[in-house]
């Protein structure tokens, strides 16, 4: 199993004109993409950082991201990824927990001065000790590559091996905030193997992925799958239906790699009709429950087969549906297990109960995590007490070894196929000085799948409106994924026996309220 650093030198060598990805602002060549991460790794390496020290990187979803996380890779650092939608609150959070020495930024974004926002980091106690600013492209910022102290004569020796730790990611957690979840590349290249066996890939197709490169989706669809191919791969600063559709045709992309709310916004959009989408062969949604008529309706527009991979951030995939499978099975199940994730169901009491047909699924296999960083009481809950690692899910395997999601146990929102934790948002939502309960809810939305809704209960006298609320959350630097788009105020929150907050009747609730227009 060749290392994708390597993999990518070798593609420079050659093929060294053959794109590796195509956005907004370039074309980027297997040999620029080599060379410019060889820059990348000698700047590092020239700031002091020592082998294995953590580098935040937060960039925007082009080609500049994969450059620097191979560039990482090149010299022996572990990426903490950071999403580029990610709030100030988030953002302090997942440099503390992973003690990262360098954050890679641009100068600033639509809702950043990264510039302040590094000293402010550093103020409160953050590891930090270099802030690597780049502009649109990873080789337009000089500073990155000079007047620094040259490469150490060990970088070639640095490099990461298939099995070392290269990266963390975050992952919504049912407290609080984010965890952070351990990857090597193993696992992406072993799930490469399925995705290659999954949607008969090759060489010849080309790419398209409008998902966060950090995330489990976006790593194996962006970063590893088609340059473990050699293929190009089409991808997008910020994601937008129209330029979708028209870089689908443009490019003549054969894989379109999209949550389902993503491909449910491209039908949507006028400009459908107006594109040909003959090009695609295949469209991998997942991250949340597909929708069937619409996923349907992609295939009855396109001739392309709806395909999915089910797990998380943590496991990698259980199941899978593939070319091969029936409409039915494709697009009303989450497909047949994969033999080498042995999965198994298991019950509130840790039982294994996969001979009944239904519990919360759990694997053990090459394409699962390295499980948590520094969070031994997560990892605890992570596992079952005999090794196996669990989803949070609810499901059910039939006969033919079909698994299908009938639930979860995990208190999470997904809105756009992105997990937010509703304690992590409720946790922000009672920092408001009028809240002085709150429980937060999956709301149904034909477009998004979910959106947030949150139920208060007030402090004696006080008043809050919608609008109030997200302002108060944007100023203390809440995630603007986790921001309510809906507010519900009650006299008094529904309890259950035991004293929580009933969430299951608001649940009920707020399904009622939607499907009666209110």
Known sequence: MQPLAARIDALAAKRPDGIAFCSDTEDLSWAEYALRSDRFAAHLT???LAPGERVAVLLPDGPGVHVAFVGCEKAGLVVMGIGPRAGREEIRHLV??????????????RDHDFRALYEDLRREGAALRHHVLVERQLDTDEACYAGGPPAPADLAARRLGVNDLFLLNSTSGTTGLPKCVMHHPARWFHFHELAVASGELTPADVFCSVLPAPFGFGLWTAHFTPAALGAPCVVFERFSAEETLRRIERHRVTVLAAVSTQFIMLLNDPAVAKHDLSSLRALYTGGEAVPYERAAEFEERTGAPVLQFYGSNETGALSCTTTRDTREVRLRSAGHVIP????????????DVTA???????????????GYYEDAAANARLYTRDGWMLTGDIATIDADGVLRVVGRV???????????S???VEEAVVTHPAVALAAAVAMPDPVYGERVCVYVELRPGASLTLDALREHLAARGTTREWWPERLIVLPALPRASGGKVAKGELRADVKRRVAEGQ
């Open 356 to 370: 009944s047909g239904s519990g919360q699924p759990a694997c053990k296999g090459p394409v699962t995590s390295l």
């Open 410 to 420: 995990a208190d999470f929102i997904i809105r756009g196929g992105k997990n937010i």
């Open 422 to 424: 509703g304690p992590a």
């Open 46 to 48: 020239g700031l002091g």
């Open 96 to 109: 503390r927990k992973s003690g990262a020495a360098a954050l890679v930024t641009r100068p600033a974004s």
């Open 340 to 351: 080498s994730m042995q999965a198994r169901l298991y019950d509130d009491a840790g039982n």
